[in-house]
């Protein structure tokens, strides 16, 4: 998957966008394996998403701050600076569009950002 947020080092949360699809579910695979290996288990085969994983993760986890009179989305990085990401190619497009929702009710109800 392209990521500009990956490829320009402005987000690197996903950690395994520089791997091919395959080679990722791997390395979770072989996690996985590590962790239970004191254990006897039936490691079922990892399901794909025929390698179509944009706009796959249903689940969002955001720091909100204020970029100057608007709330944004994005993270934090280890600084304390933050970064806006309201359009991550991850996400479900449904998520995104609904961070431009949240924004405006945050400030109409005043509810503090985080930063």
Do not use: W
């Not at 579910?25 to 004191?38: G, I, P, T």
């Not at 796959?56 to 204020?66: C, Q």
């Amino acid at each position: 998957m392209k990521c500009d947020y990956f490829i320009n080092n402005i987000c690197r949360s996903c950690s395994l966008l520089d791997q091919s699809y395959d080679q990722s579910l791997d390395v979770k695979e072989q996690k996985l394996k590590s962790l239970f290996v004191n254990y006897q288990y039936e490691l079922l085969a990892t399901q794909s998403l025929n390698n179509n994983i944009e706009q796959s993760r249903t689940k969002l986890k955001l720091a909100a701050f204020n970029q100057g009179q608007e709330v944004a989305f994005g993270i934090v990085d280890s600084k304390g600076k933050p970064t806006k990401l309201h359009h991550c190619p991850l996400h479900a497009n449904s998520l995104n569009n609904l961070l431009l929702e949240i924004a405006p009710l945050l400030k109409k109800y005043s509810i503090p950002a985080y930063i």
